[in-house]
């Protein structure tokens, strides 16, 4: 996109999906499991929950900054991703 500046793709993408992080996902995963297994919690209301979850622990695993609350919505996002990638895997209509 601006190879003059110094840009060669996908090269900063491992600095945003840090391998670390995999245990902020499965701590996400599981409250997302836990939320919808709960009668009385809004299944919309589980997105928000996990993605604050994962915020949190970013920022204070790493502190607090604007990457890190970036880090923290994406360990939501594919938290859920995740979950619905293999509930639609497994359900197949």
């Not at 670390?20 to 809004?42: D, E, H, N, S, Y």
């Not at 790493?62 to 880090?71: C, L, T």
């Amino acid at each position: 996109m601006y190879p003059d500046k110094g840009w060669d793709g996908f090269a900063e993408l491992p600095v945003w999906l840090d391998p670390q992080l995999t245990g902020v996902v499965i701590a996400c995963w599981c409250l997302g499991i836990a939320l919808k297994r709960t009668p009385f919690v809004p299944d919309w209301t589980i997105i928000y929950a996990v993605t604050a979850l994962a915020v949190v622990l970013v920022g204070t695993a790493e502190g607090w900054s604007a990457r890190s609350a970036i880090r923290g919505i994406l360990c939501g996002a594919f938290a859920v991703y995740g979950h619905q990638l293999v509930k639609q895997t497994a359900r197949r209509d």
